[in-house]
Nanobody
Framework: QVQLVESGGGLVPPGGSLRLSCVAS????????MGWYRQAPGKQRELVAT???????NYADSVKGRSTISRDNPKRMVSLQMNSLKPEDTAVYYC???????????WGQGTQVTVSS
């Protein structure tokens, strides 16, 4: 059974930090790109960050310089460290595993991040 389980979301004041984590089971992990999407209310889903199995990273301009994606293959975990959070970072964040062609294939259930004072 495929499972991508996110954790680490919550309420944080502007300027704060959060670390999101995702543990994968039932799927090939170490040889696939992993990443994070987010979706804010009334907005389209946005790709936030990706990391290939070789360690190449890519970030949305909106989070570049404030976020870091990392992975721990033995633990089958991908994480997203977010700093200097802004109210516009408020969204549900989804962990995603991509297929061999770079298309999102499996999704987690999402974790809510709310940035508010």
């Amino acid at each position: 059974q495929v499972q991508l389980v996110e954790s680490g979301g919550g309420l944080v004041p502007p300027g704060g930090s959060l670390r999101l984590s995702c543990v994968a089971s039932g799927v090939t992990f170490s040889s696939r790109t992993m990443g994070w999407y987010r979706q804010a209310p009334g907005k389209q889903r946005e790709l936030v960050a990706t990391m290939t199995f070789g360690g190449v990273t890519n970030y949305a301009d909106s989070v570049k310089g404030r976020s870091t994606i990392s992975r721990d293959n033995p633990k089958r975990m991908v994480s997203l460290q977010m700093n200097s959070l802004k109210p516009e970072d408020t969204a549900v964040y989804y962990c995603v595993r991509f297929d061999l062609w770079g298309r999102p294939e499996y999704w987690g259930q999402g974790t809510q991040v709310t940035v508010s004072s």
